[in-house]
Protein backbone atom coordinates (compact mmCIF):
# COMPACT_ATOMS: atom_id res chain seq x y z
CA UNK A 1 0.00 0.00 0.00
CA UNK A 2 1.06 3.11 -1.29
CA UNK A 3 1.00 6.58 1.42
CA UNK A 4 1.17 10.24 0.88
CA UNK A 5 3.81 12.37 2.04
CA UNK A 6 2.04 13.09 4.86
CA UNK A 7 0.85 9.81 6.40
CA UNK A 8 -2.54 9.30 4.85
CA UNK A 9 -3.59 6.33 3.20
CA UNK A 10 -2.80 6.99 -0.84
CA UNK A 11 -3.66 4.19 -3.63
CA UNK A 12 -5.36 1.67 -4.03
CA UNK A 13 -7.55 3.28 -0.39
CA UNK A 14 -7.63 6.29 -1.99
CA UNK A 15 -9.16 6.34 -5.79
CA UNK A 16 -10.46 9.44 -6.77
CA UNK A 17 -11.75 8.30 -10.28
CA UNK A 18 -14.46 6.63 -7.28
CA UNK A 19 -16.78 10.19 -7.80
CA UNK A 20 -15.99 10.45 -11.74
CA UNK A 21 -18.12 7.10 -12.17
CA UNK A 22 -21.40 8.59 -12.81
CA UNK A 23 -23.06 11.60 -14.92
CA UNK A 24 -24.66 12.08 -11.23
CA UNK A 25 -21.81 11.53 -9.56
CA UNK A 26 -19.75 14.07 -11.23
CA UNK A 27 -22.61 16.52 -10.94
CA UNK A 28 -22.57 15.96 -7.51
CA UNK A 29 -19.59 16.79 -6.47
CA UNK A 30 -18.71 19.11 -9.11
CA UNK A 31 -16.63 22.76 -8.36
CA UNK A 32 -17.74 24.95 -10.34
CA UNK A 33 -20.61 25.90 -12.44
CA UNK A 34 -20.62 28.56 -15.16
CA UNK A 35 -24.40 29.73 -15.45
CA UNK A 36 -26.34 33.00 -16.88
CA UNK A 37 -26.54 34.22 -13.11
CA UNK A 38 -22.42 34.33 -13.41
CA UNK A 39 -22.80 37.19 -16.50
CA UNK A 40 -22.13 40.76 -17.04
CA UNK A 41 -22.88 42.32 -20.60
CA UNK A 42 -20.56 44.68 -21.77
CA UNK A 43 -22.29 47.64 -24.16
CA UNK A 44 -20.95 50.08 -25.41
CA UNK A 45 -23.51 53.64 -26.25
CA UNK A 46 -21.86 56.60 -28.13
CA UNK A 47 -22.97 59.92 -28.36
CA UNK A 48 -24.28 61.34 -31.88
CA UNK A 49 -25.15 57.84 -33.80
CA UNK A 50 -28.16 58.20 -35.46
CA UNK A 51 -28.15 54.06 -35.27
CA UNK A 52 -25.97 51.79 -34.21
CA UNK A 53 -22.57 51.40 -35.33
CA UNK A 54 -20.89 47.89 -35.93
CA UNK A 55 -17.60 46.96 -34.48
CA UNK A 56 -15.82 45.55 -37.05
CA UNK A 57 -12.91 44.04 -35.08
CA UNK A 58 -15.29 42.83 -32.67
CA UNK A 59 -18.56 40.82 -35.13
CA UNK A 60 -21.88 40.90 -32.87
CA UNK A 61 -20.79 44.28 -31.13
CA UNK A 62 -21.97 47.63 -31.52
CA UNK A 63 -21.98 50.94 -30.35
CA UNK A 64 -25.32 51.80 -29.44
CA UNK A 65 -27.58 54.42 -29.46
CA UNK A 66 -29.01 55.42 -26.13
CA UNK A 67 -32.71 54.03 -27.99
CA UNK A 68 -31.06 50.95 -29.26
CA UNK A 69 -28.90 50.69 -26.05
CA UNK A 70 -32.21 50.50 -23.81
CA UNK A 71 -33.68 47.69 -26.86
CA UNK A 72 -30.57 45.70 -26.10
CA UNK A 73 -30.80 45.99 -22.07
CA UNK A 74 -34.62 45.01 -22.02
CA UNK A 75 -33.81 41.66 -24.50
CA UNK A 76 -30.91 40.95 -22.16
CA UNK A 77 -32.76 41.32 -18.88
CA UNK A 78 -35.36 38.91 -20.46
CA UNK A 79 -33.25 36.07 -20.82
CA UNK A 80 -31.71 36.22 -17.51
CA UNK A 81 -28.37 38.43 -17.85
CA UNK A 82 -28.51 39.44 -14.46
CA UNK A 83 -25.73 42.63 -14.90
CA UNK A 84 -24.75 44.72 -17.86
CA UNK A 85 -21.61 46.77 -17.88
CA UNK A 86 -22.00 50.10 -19.69
CA UNK A 87 -19.06 51.71 -21.66
CA UNK A 88 -19.89 55.40 -22.61
CA UNK A 89 -18.33 57.26 -26.13
CA UNK A 90 -18.76 61.11 -26.51
CA UNK A 91 -18.65 62.86 -29.74
CA UNK A 92 -15.08 63.15 -31.42
CA UNK A 93 -15.46 66.77 -31.45
CA UNK A 94 -16.47 66.39 -27.96
CA UNK A 95 -13.01 65.22 -26.61
CA UNK A 96 -10.41 67.68 -24.83
CA UNK A 97 -7.27 66.78 -22.53
CA UNK A 98 -8.98 66.13 -19.70
CA UNK A 99 -12.16 64.59 -20.39
CA UNK A 100 -14.38 66.84 -19.81
CA UNK A 101 -17.65 65.55 -21.54
CA UNK A 102 -17.64 62.51 -19.07
CA UNK A 103 -18.88 64.88 -16.64
CA UNK A 104 -21.14 66.77 -18.35
CA UNK A 105 -24.63 66.87 -16.16
CA UNK A 106 -26.72 66.12 -19.49
CA UNK A 107 -24.17 64.06 -21.47
CA UNK A 108 -23.91 60.58 -22.31
CA UNK A 109 -23.26 59.36 -19.03
CA UNK A 110 -26.21 60.62 -17.52
CA UNK A 111 -28.41 59.98 -20.21
CA UNK A 112 -27.64 56.30 -20.88
CA UNK A 113 -27.66 55.42 -17.63
CA UNK A 114 -30.93 56.86 -16.95
CA UNK A 115 -32.94 55.66 -19.80
CA UNK A 116 -31.52 52.04 -18.74
CA UNK A 117 -32.25 52.47 -15.06
CA UNK A 118 -35.48 53.97 -16.79
CA UNK A 119 -36.11 50.50 -18.40
CA UNK A 120 -35.34 48.18 -16.32
CA UNK A 121 -35.99 49.11 -12.24
CA UNK A 122 -33.84 46.79 -10.09
CA UNK A 123 -34.28 43.23 -12.44
CA UNK A 124 -30.75 44.45 -13.70
CA UNK A 125 -27.68 45.72 -11.81
CA UNK A 126 -26.02 48.20 -14.36
CA UNK A 127 -22.65 48.97 -14.18
CA UNK A 128 -20.57 51.68 -15.44
CA UNK A 129 -16.83 52.33 -16.66
CA UNK A 130 -15.53 54.97 -14.43
CA UNK A 131 -12.41 55.80 -16.69
CA UNK A 132 -11.85 59.18 -18.71
CA UNK A 133 -9.69 57.33 -21.82
CA UNK A 134 -12.71 57.54 -24.20
CA UNK A 135 -13.16 61.24 -23.34
CA UNK A 136 -9.66 62.55 -23.56
CA UNK A 137 -8.11 63.38 -27.22
CA UNK A 138 -4.88 61.77 -25.99
CA UNK A 139 -6.64 58.65 -25.39
CA UNK A 140 -4.66 58.11 -21.78
CA UNK A 141 -6.98 57.27 -18.70
CA UNK A 142 -6.31 60.38 -16.79
CA UNK A 143 -5.15 63.94 -17.09
CA UNK A 144 -1.52 64.71 -18.05
CA UNK A 145 1.39 66.40 -16.37
CA UNK A 146 2.46 68.98 -19.02
CA UNK A 147 5.95 68.58 -17.67
CA UNK A 148 6.59 64.87 -18.45
CA UNK A 149 3.64 63.93 -20.95
CA UNK A 150 2.87 60.83 -18.49
CA UNK A 151 -0.73 60.93 -16.65
CA UNK A 152 -0.62 62.76 -13.55
CA UNK A 153 -2.06 60.25 -11.03
CA UNK A 154 -3.24 62.79 -8.01
CA UNK A 155 -5.06 65.56 -10.44
CA UNK A 156 -6.92 62.44 -12.15
CA UNK A 157 -8.38 60.80 -8.87
CA UNK A 158 -10.79 63.69 -8.32
CA UNK A 159 -11.63 63.58 -11.57
CA UNK A 160 -12.47 60.07 -11.16
CA UNK A 161 -14.60 60.16 -7.94
CA UNK A 162 -16.42 63.38 -9.79
CA UNK A 163 -17.58 60.82 -12.20
CA UNK A 164 -18.50 58.50 -10.37
CA UNK A 165 -20.45 60.40 -8.41
CA UNK A 166 -22.87 61.39 -11.51
CA UNK A 167 -22.97 57.74 -12.53
CA UNK A 168 -24.25 56.90 -8.88
CA UNK A 169 -26.85 59.80 -9.01
CA UNK A 170 -27.50 58.60 -13.16
CA UNK A 171 -28.53 55.05 -11.69
CA UNK A 172 -25.45 52.65 -11.48
CA UNK A 173 -25.59 50.29 -9.11
CA UNK A 174 -21.86 49.72 -9.14
CA UNK A 175 -19.27 51.93 -10.91
CA UNK A 176 -16.00 50.10 -12.02
CA UNK A 177 -12.44 52.24 -11.69
CA UNK A 178 -10.25 50.89 -14.63
CA UNK A 179 -7.54 53.73 -15.11
CA UNK A 180 -4.94 51.80 -12.32
CA UNK A 181 -4.16 55.09 -11.07
CA UNK A 182 -2.63 54.38 -7.43
CA UNK A 183 -5.41 55.59 -4.70
CA UNK A 184 -8.79 55.15 -7.23
CA UNK A 185 -10.82 53.31 -5.04
CA UNK A 186 -10.11 55.49 -2.21
CA UNK A 187 -11.22 58.35 -3.77
CA UNK A 188 -14.18 57.08 -5.19
CA UNK A 189 -15.21 55.86 -1.66
CA UNK A 190 -14.80 58.91 -0.10
CA UNK A 191 -16.88 61.13 -2.64
CA UNK A 192 -19.62 58.63 -3.27
CA UNK A 193 -19.72 58.11 0.67
CA UNK A 194 -20.09 61.98 1.38
CA UNK A 195 -22.48 62.42 -1.29
CA UNK A 196 -25.26 60.28 -0.42
CA UNK A 197 -24.54 56.93 -2.42
CA UNK A 198 -22.90 54.73 0.51
CA UNK A 199 -24.77 52.24 -1.42
CA UNK A 200 -23.13 52.52 -4.75
CA UNK A 201 -20.31 49.75 -4.81
CA UNK A 202 -17.35 49.50 -6.32
CA UNK A 203 -16.05 46.97 -8.82
CA UNK A 204 -12.30 47.74 -9.13
CA UNK A 205 -9.97 46.80 -11.58
CA UNK A 206 -7.26 45.83 -9.05
CA UNK A 207 -4.94 43.93 -12.06
CA UNK A 208 -5.34 45.26 -15.00
CA UNK A 209 -2.42 44.60 -17.45
CA UNK A 210 -1.06 46.12 -20.31
CA UNK A 211 -2.01 43.89 -23.16
CA UNK A 212 -2.26 43.34 -26.77
CA UNK A 213 -5.79 41.96 -26.01
CA UNK A 214 -7.15 45.21 -25.82
CA UNK A 215 -6.58 46.35 -29.48
CA UNK A 216 -10.39 45.20 -30.54
CA UNK A 217 -12.03 46.85 -27.02
CA UNK A 218 -10.48 50.03 -27.77
CA UNK A 219 -11.95 50.21 -31.54
CA UNK A 220 -14.96 49.52 -29.54
CA UNK A 221 -14.60 52.41 -27.18
CA UNK A 222 -13.30 54.93 -29.54
CA UNK A 223 -10.21 55.05 -28.44
CA UNK A 224 -6.28 55.88 -29.87
CA UNK A 225 -3.37 56.88 -27.91
CA UNK A 226 -1.90 60.11 -29.22
CA UNK A 227 1.80 59.54 -31.01
CA UNK A 228 1.71 55.58 -30.81
CA UNK A 229 2.05 55.77 -26.96
CA UNK A 230 1.55 53.15 -24.34
CA UNK A 231 -0.11 52.68 -20.78
CA UNK A 232 2.96 50.75 -18.97
CA UNK A 233 3.31 53.11 -16.72
CA UNK A 234 -0.34 52.69 -15.46
CA UNK A 235 -1.45 49.72 -16.10
CA UNK A 236 0.24 46.37 -15.02
CA UNK A 237 3.11 44.35 -16.27
CA UNK A 238 1.17 40.75 -17.08
CA UNK A 239 4.35 38.88 -15.69
CA UNK A 240 4.08 40.51 -12.25
CA UNK A 241 2.26 37.85 -9.95
CA UNK A 242 3.03 39.44 -6.50
CA UNK A 243 2.67 42.96 -7.80
CA UNK A 244 -1.19 41.87 -8.68
CA UNK A 245 -1.67 40.07 -5.43
CA UNK A 246 -0.28 44.04 -3.83
CA UNK A 247 -2.93 45.77 -5.97
CA UNK A 248 -5.70 43.41 -4.36
CA UNK A 249 -5.10 43.82 -0.88
CA UNK A 250 -5.05 47.70 -1.51
CA UNK A 251 -8.26 47.73 -3.21
CA UNK A 252 -9.73 46.04 -1.32
CA UNK A 253 -7.91 48.28 2.20
CA UNK A 254 -9.47 51.33 -0.32
CA UNK A 255 -13.10 49.63 0.16
CA UNK A 256 -13.06 47.81 -2.89
CA UNK A 257 -16.37 45.57 -3.04
CA UNK A 258 -14.99 43.16 -5.92
CA UNK A 259 -12.08 42.76 -7.89
CA UNK A 260 -11.03 41.95 -11.30
CA UNK A 261 -8.49 41.00 -13.08
CA UNK A 262 -8.45 41.96 -17.59
CA UNK A 263 -7.93 40.54 -18.75
CA UNK A 264 -8.05 37.10 -17.58
Not at 190 to 217: C, E, R
Not at 226 to 243: C, F, K, L, V
Amino acid sequence: MSSTDRGRPGFPVVRLRRLRRTEALRRLVGETRLSVDDLVAPLFVADGLGQPEPVASLPGVVQHTVDSLVVEVKRLAALGVPAVILFALPRPEDKDARGSAALAEDGIWSRSLAAVRDTVGETLAVMADCCLDEFTDHGHCGVLDPRTGDVDNDATLPLYAELAALQASSGADVVAPSGMMDGQVAAIRAVLDGSGHAGTAILAYAAKYASSLYGPFRDAAGVTIAGGGHRRTYQQDPSNRREALAEVDLDVAEGADAVMVKPA
